[in-house]
């Protein structure tokens, strides 16, 4: 193999285990830094493994896996979950997703929620309204 690999960037398995891992972590409502004090590393580090920037070791996965209260096997992407789950988890991993969840779910009247989906399906309209044409 004459291919430099690090030339070519972060391997995408590398890139996807640590979206698993951002996913979780974020999904449990754990900081970075609380992860890196588990791990015995810097929360930069921790940033790294996310980004699939440096790879993750065995050993490193099998501690991370522990406080992320999961397994390695769901960390590499080796589950029988549907794959509708894992689009489920990269939403709740927005910014912001899981307290909007935790409001909305708090919200008792039907016809309230209604409303607030109403509103945020109007808003979204507003900001994807097609950029006016240029002349050419």
């Known amino acids: 193999m004459s291919e430099n690999l690090d030339e070519a960037g972060p391997d995408p398995i590398d890139v996807a285990v640590g979206h ?7 999904w449990l409502g754990i900081s970075q830094s609380n992860l890196a004090e588990h791990l015995g590393v810097s929360f930069q580090q921790v940033q790294k493994y996310e980004r699939g920037a440096n790879r993750t070791s065995a050993s490193m996965l099998v501690r991370i896996a522990e406080k992320l ?25 927005v910014p912001g997703a899981v307290q909007l969840l935790e409001a909305f779910a708090s919200v008792q009247q039907p016809s309230l929620r209604t409303a607030i ?20």
């Not at 698993?20 to 974020?26: D, E, Q």
């Not at 789950?85 to 939403?91: M, V």
């Open 69 to 93: 209260e999961t397994t390695v096997a769901e960390l590499v992407g080796e589950n029988d979950r549907p794959s509708g789950d894992e689009s489920l988890f990269e939403k709740l991993a």
């Open 117 to 136: 989906l109403n509103l945020t399906r109007s808003l979204i309209e507003e900001t994807e309204e097609p950029a006016p044409k240029r002349a050419r």
């Open 20 to 26: 698993r891992i951002r996913v979780r972590r974020k």
